[in-house]
């Protein structure tokens, strides 16, 4: 008995470079940058400066301001991108056809509620700590507060996964619609900014002074950003007979944990989880047209990204493109992963594939070709999106073009 089909239906961007896919989309062929001096905090005292915020977003754009002012900051990225994914999906959420669940990835969550409770307390005492405050910032709250403003009843699940929860996150949705426990998922990651995240890879000597130059020889660091990727999911039968805008397909899922170190990658780890995604999606090395590298742009990520990708596509390795898109919006943490899928996503409609920015030196013991600097037109079938985390916690998931067939309304239709 052939598994059920899933397919994406909606997508919402919330990132340093654009909010909504398209800008998002646009900005990544042409290599545009959001890394700037931080602002949420004064970074005199640290040894680097910058990273990858979102500017210009209001969030009173995307849901009432009695709503947006009781939210904090990662939830109200959470909440837009949700917003923006389910009016592209054109879905009524009122028709009781519908049982729509969420899982959502983060790292930290709303956790600049609980750094103001942290400052507020410092200063003035438990006593001064604003009552509004406390309800915000424990981690199951943004996952709660899109049930919630969008009345959702399905399954709702909060994957707290680091680096890799996006992944995570839409992988266990798909695995919820082919067991028929919902009708349509809404699934991926958010983070906003954060002093903590900030301090804590200061302290790990893991951030770059500028710039993030993943597979580059002369390669520093990552630089932190936030933000929120969000996909809309639906089995392909009920998404066919709804005519369903369908951008492309999840053919499959992989996961592992290194049990290795906390923070040191482990090749092998790396090449078992992309294993384990091809596995699943009952596909060949060969048949990747494109790999989206977690490309962290730290010496041993990218070093061992590197090799578990030479192990696996060995020859193909100087055909298969493999791109950070990290190099422009910095490392989003639990956003990461999910607005790397939606990369992927939009490679397999338009057979196009982002760059690589800020590369200048290759190194030899990261021998992919990482699509340096410049977008490249690529016939891209199929799409492998890698996601490693803290604690070895590995997520890969494989996306398909959608070709458009059994009735549905197919790539060309995009921006109808």
């Known amino acids: 008995m052939k598994r059920p089909r899933v397919v994406v239906i909606g997508l919402g961007v919330v990132s340093s470079i654009g909010i909504g896919w398209q800008a998002f989309w646009e900005s990544l062929l042409i290599g545009r940058s959001g890394i700037r001096r931080v602002q949420y905090i004064d970074t005199d005292d640290y040894p680097t400066h910058f990273g990858g915020e979102v500017v210009g977003f209001d969030p009173i754009q995307f849901m009432p301001e009695a709503i947006a002012t009781r939210l904090s900051r990662g939830s109200q990225f959470a909440v837009a991108a949700t917003k923006m994914a389910l009016e592209d ?21 709303d956790i600049q509620a609980l750094e103001k409770i942290n400052e507020r307390w410092l200063r003035a005492g438990d006593r001064k700590i604003p009552s509004r405050l406390i309800p915000q910032f424990p981690s199951c709250n943004m996952l709660g507060n899109i049930a919630n403003i969008f009345g959702l009843s399905g399954p709702c699940v909060t994957i707290p996964a680091a680096c890799s929860a996006g992944n995570y996150a ?20 958010a983070d906003p900014f954060s002093r903590i995240a900030f301090t804590g890879f200061n302290r790990l000597f893991a951030l770059a002074p500028e710039r993030c ?38 053919l499959g899922c992989g996961y592992s944990c290194d049990g290795h170190h906390m923070t040191m990658p482990e090749v092998e780890g790396i090449e078992r989880v992309m294993r384990n995604a091809l596995r699943d999606a009952e596909i060949k090395p060969q048949d990747v047209n494109y790999i989206s590298a977690h490309g962290t742009g730290t010496p041993a990520n990218d070093r061992a990204e590197s090799t578990a990708i030479r192990a696996i596509f060995r020859s193909l390795t100087n055909s298969v493109p493999v791109s950070s898109i990290k190099s422009m919006i910095g490392h989003t ?16 409609c338009y057979d196009r594939i982002p760059p690589t920015i800020n590369h200048e030196v290759d190194d030899p013991e990261c021998q992919v070709d990482c699509v340096p600097n410049t977008a490249r037109d690529h016939k891209t079938r199929i799409a492998l999106n890698n996601s490693f985390a803290f604690g070895g916690n590995n997520a890969c998931v494989v996306f398909g073009k959608w070709e458009g067939e059994n009735g549905g309304r197919g790539v060309k239709e995009l921006h109808a």
Do not use: H, W
């Not at 999906?89 to 969550?109: D, H, M, P, S």
């Open 89 to 109: 999906a054109r879905l009524n959420l009122n028709e009781k056809y519908f049982r729509v669940g969420v899982c959502l990835g983060t790292t930290l969550a």
């Open 170 to 189: 839409i992988g266990y949705a798909t695995d919820l619609l082919r067991m028929g426990k919902a009708n349509i998922m809404i699934a991926g990651g």
């Open 213 to 250: 130059q993943p597979f580059d020889k002369n390669r520093q660091g990552t630089l932190l950003g936030e933000g929120a990727g969000i996909v809309v999911l639906e089995l392909l039968e009920t998404a066919v007979e709804r005519n369903a805008k369908i951008y492309g397909e999840i």
């Open 333 to 348: 943490m639990g956003a990461a992963s999910a607005l790397e899928a939606i990369a992927c996503v939009l490679a397999t």
